[in-house]
């Protein structure tokens, strides 16, 4: 890390606790000066160099070995292996002065991958389509992880410079130019964080110090050190990590990747800790800070306000997959893995209404009983936009054998559908990018690296699905290798098909749904306990149809592959059809939608909750 100092020489610091001897590495046109660092309290070593700065590259050597990147480099210009470079943030002119900020909760979200979103993958060809998603009616745009991570594809998740942003996506400064633009088109910017593991090449942080313990172990191994010996440093490490993104970045707000991997037994959990000094420096910015956590605990203490009860987390929004399993499982007809808990429209109206369907309920998938109920009355301090919905996420398409998205299976009027749940549910909406024309461009599991790894890998993968059925190879239905080049260009967005009949449809679907949320207070409000779905009595003949009722809102949907009549109270000559896919005949009492439609409507205020 560089620290902030008057005109002079630079002062460089970095934390090594055990070493003996740490040199700084200094790059200059006529070579490289090996500088000695002093020793300080805490185990930081610091040294001062004149004529460093901004572009300067340098690196460290602990106890004589190789010089290493430093552990906070918020530049990496020669890769994950090569030194660092210093960075300036204080350099770029912002012009988003007016911005006041934007609170995630009840926002619409749209998670996007640089790498895939363009042809270019970089910052800069991101910000020029933020007309598109300004269009649609975004709030908050989600980029999936920019830490810096080794070759020049790949999805983020093992980053290991945490500090630095990827160089292929344009490197720190494209960052700040990104988000500056998005805030001046209206737009709020959240960024993906990973701190419960790094990847497995380019990650130098045990050189430095007790980064990792073996008193935990993760899927990735050893756990993150968060409460053995030097992990309060280590805690420093990813806490100012956050604050940076907030302070020097703008960012809005940060999605923290698999938080049930951060295993912490210390008297304060680290996600209590960031959420405290996260409204601490929300407080002293004058702006919200969001923390999105994604967690698979079902545990509504993760989005409890600190200090209204014990175990409390403090985040302000978690990721809610139920629904989307429940949703998924539902149109599809999936059983496998995970899906094999859900498929009634049951599970949806349960989703829908209580957020997590196994709330203290036994997961047969799991084989035992999971999770716990998340109080709809709002006592608790949070409401249904502390939970985040999605038809898809990078997660839930790129994790398939061949990363296929639901437009494969499903077809358009049954999108509109699964979009229109999304829309217009209690929680907080999020597409995931080219979701909203319907994208038939598959999102594929992807990487760049060396070539021992890179085959490790390939095999892995290959290995997963093949229980399943499939195989490795280029054949239909085969597996793509992560590796080839080609895996990667396929799962870049096409941005023909909004222009084509079928995806412009689809995506002015998208944004009258978007829109209505805006205009219609039933629509806008998080209030869980104002949600009632209707299904068909059991045993009733149709029986394929749910009704969500949110105040004089209803939104009906049609689950039959052919025409149908479904009853809806207090449907009328007074009802007004807000948005329909295919059209919508209202009678008294009912709604006729053609096979698998969905339609919004709002009905007489008079009729009961």
Do not use: C, I, K
């Amino acid at each position: 890390m560089t620290e902030p100092a008057p005109p002079g020489p630079t002062r460089f610091a970095v934390w090594a606790p055990a070493a003996g001897r740490v040199d700084l590495h200094v790059h200059r046109e006529e070579g490289v000066d090996a500088v000695p660092m002093t020793r300080g309290e805490q185990g930081w070593w610091r040294a001062e160099v004149a004529g460093a700065g901004h572009g300067t590259d340098h690196a460290y050597a602990v106890d004589g070995g190789p010089p290493r990147p430093d552990p906070r480099s918020a530049w990496q210009p020669h890769g994950v292996d090569g030194p660092s470079r210093v960075f300036d943030a204080s350099r770029h002119v912002w012009g988003d002065g007016d911005w006041a900020g934007r609170d995630a909760r009840g926002a619409v979200l749209y998670e996007l991958h640089l790498g895939t979103f363009t042809p270019e993958g970089t910052l800069d060809a991101a910000a020029e389509r933020l007309g598109h998603l300004v269009d649609l009616g975004v709030d908050v745009v989600e980029l999936m992880p920019v830490a810096a991570f080794p070759g020049r594809w790949g999805w983020g998740y093992d980053g290991v410079d945490l500090y630095a942003v990827h160089e292929a996506y344009g490197g720190p400064a494209a960052l700040q130019r990104f988000v500056d633009a998005a805030h001046q088109r209206g737009l709020a910017v959240a960024l993906d964080v990973v701190y419960n593991h790094l990847g497995p090449a380019g990650n130098h942080l045990a050189t430095f110090g007790p980064y990792f313990t073996d008193a935990h172990h993760t899927p990735w191994g050893q756990a993150v050190n968060l409460d053995d010996t030097g992990s309060e440093q280590v805690r420093r490490f990813v806490v100012d990590n956050a604050l940076r993104w907030f302070a020097d970045f703008h960012v809005d707000a940060l999605r923290l990747d698999a938080v049930h991997a951060l295993v912490d037994d210390s008297p304060e959990h680290l996600l209590a800790q960031l959420a405290r000094e996260t409204a601490e420096l929300s407080a002293r910015l004058g702006r919200p800070l969001t923390l999105v956590a994604e967690s698979d605990l079902n545990d509504p203490a993760m989005v409890t306000p600190l200090g209204r009860a014990p175990g409390a987390r403090g985040m302000q929004a978690q990721w809610a997959d139920d629904v989307h399993h429940a949703l998924r499982a539902m149109l599809t007809g999936e059983r496998q893995g995970y899906y094999a808990d859900f498929g009634s429209p049951a599970d949806l109206a349960r989703a829908l209404t209580s957020v997590f369907v196994h709330a203290g309920t036994l997961s047969p998938f799991r084989g035992r009983v999971w999770g716990a109920p998340v109080d709809t009355t709002g006592a608790s301090g949070y409401d249904g936009h502390a939970f985040v919905a999605y038809t898809t996420t990078h997660d839930q398409t790129g994790n398939r054998a061949t990363g296929d998205r639901m437009s494969a299976v499903l077809d358009d009027a049954q999108l509109a559908a699964a979009q229109a749940v999304v829309m217009t549910s209690a929680l907080t909406p999020m597409l995931f990018m080219g979701e909203e024309w319907g994208a038939r461009t598959p999102w594929r599991y992807f990487t760049d690296h060396e070539p021992e790894l890179g085959r490790l890998v390939s095999e892995g993968r290959a290995r997963e699905f093949a229980e399943h059925g499939w195989s490795a190879g280029s054949a239909p239905g085969a597996v793509p290798d992560p590796q080839d080049p080609a895996t990667r260009d396929a799962s870049v967005l096409d941005w023909s098909e909004p222009g084509t009949e079928r995806g412009a449809r689809l995506l002015a679907w998208t944004r009258e749904l978007v829109a209505l949320r805006r205009v219609e207070p039933d629509l806008a409000s998080g209030d869980l306990a104002g949600v009632r779905v209707l299904l068909p009595e059991e045993g009733a003949e149709p029986a394929a149809w749910l009704v969500v009722a949110r105040g004089a809102v209803r939104l009906v949907v049609n689950l039959a592959g052919a025409e149908q009549r479904v009853p809806v109270e207090g449907a009328g000559p007074a009802s007004e059809v807000l948005a329909a896919w295919d059209g919508a005949r209202v009678e008294d009492g009912a709604v006729t939608l053609p096979a698998h439609a969905p339609a919004v409507l709002r009905v007489a205020r008079s009729t009961p909750r």
